[in-house]
């Protein structure tokens, strides 16, 4: 993992993202934020098991149907499987260590 603070290179309304083996912050002090930076290697190790590019590729059209399904930029983003597991496990600071494969198909919501 390689950490870069890269202010302009993140998406207006976004603290940072994960571009494997890199993680993107716009903010010095997300350095030392161990909560955002577990987030963001959940991404990475989700980009590695699914071979980088069919991650960003499943990642945007889960996001155009979710935006579909909620006709809410912000509510389709927080919906994204991938985005549900990252969330939902950033406080556990050992999720990594113990995560099988795949997991971010438990958090695919379909209603």
């Keep these: 993992m390689f950490l870069i603070v890269a202010?302009?290179?993140i998406p207006r309304g976004y603290?940072?993202?994960?571009?494997?083996?890199?993680?993107?912050i716009r903010y010095y002090?997300?350095?030392v934020?161990?909560?955002f930076l577990?987030?963001?290697?959940?991404?990475?190790?989700?980009?590695?098991?699914?071979?980088?590019v069919p991650f960003f590729i499943?990642?945007?059209?889960?996001?155009?149907?979710?935006?579909?399904?909620?006709?809410?930029?912000t509510l389709a983003y927080h919906n994204i499987s991938f985005e549900r597991e990252a969330y939902t496990k950033e406080?556990?600071?050992n999720y990594l260590k113990k995560r099988s494969f795949f997991?971010?198909?438990?958090?695919?919501?379909?209603?």
Excluded: C, S
């Design 38 to 52: 577990n987030h963001e290697k959940i991404h990475l190790r989700q980009q590695l098991e699914m071979l980088i």
């Design 15 to 24: 603290r940072g993202m994960a571009v494997f083996p890199f993680i993107l």
């Design 58 to 73: 499943w990642y945007f059209l889960e996001y155009l149907i979710r935006l579909i399904q909620y006709k809410n930029k």
């Design 103 to 111: 997991q971010f198909l438990k958090y695919i919501k379909l209603k």
């Design 91 to 93: 406080t556990d600071l």
């Design 29 to 31: 002090k997300d350095q």
């Design 33 to 35: 934020n161990v909560v």
């Design 7 to 9: 202010k302009y290179l």
